[in-house]
């Protein structure tokens, strides 16, 4: 069974910085791209950031530049380096492979980031 754990968030004042981790396990995990997304209450879920199994990034506009995306395929973990934040980054922040995403997918619980201004 594939999972996915996500921990590090928190509350952090505007201008802050956290790092996210995701532990996978039940996956090939070198063999997949990952993502992280996000939702905010009342919002769709969103990816925010995404890192190919060769290792190149791509990140959604509102965060190019604050948030740097990082994989350790030894230890089956991804990273999200999150600088500069804002009170618009507030969300439950997620993990997953983007190829599993649809509507039967199980995700993890998340973990929440609280942006004070």
């Known amino acids: 069974q594939v999972q996915f754990v996500e921990s590090g968030g928190g509350l952090v004042q505007l201008g802050g910085s956290l790092k996210l981790s995701c532990a996978v396990s039940?996956?090939?995990?070198?063999?997949?791209?990952m993502g992280w997304y996000r939702q905010a209450p009342g919002k769709q879920r969103e990816l925010v950031a995404r890192i190919n199994r060769d290792g190149t990034t791509s990140y959604a506009s509102s965060v190019q530049g604050r948030f740097i995306i990082s994989r350790d395929n030894a230890e089956k973990t991804v990273y999200l380096q999150m600088n500069s934040l804002k009170p618009e980054d507030t969300a439950v922040y997620y993990c997953?492979?983007?190829?599993?995403?649809?509507?039967?997918?199980?995700w993890g619980p998340g973990t929440q980031v609280t942006v004070a201004s």
């Open positions: 039940g996956m090939q995990f070198s063999r997949h791209d």
């Open positions: 997953m492979s983007p190829a599993r995403v649809g509507p039967f997918v199980s």
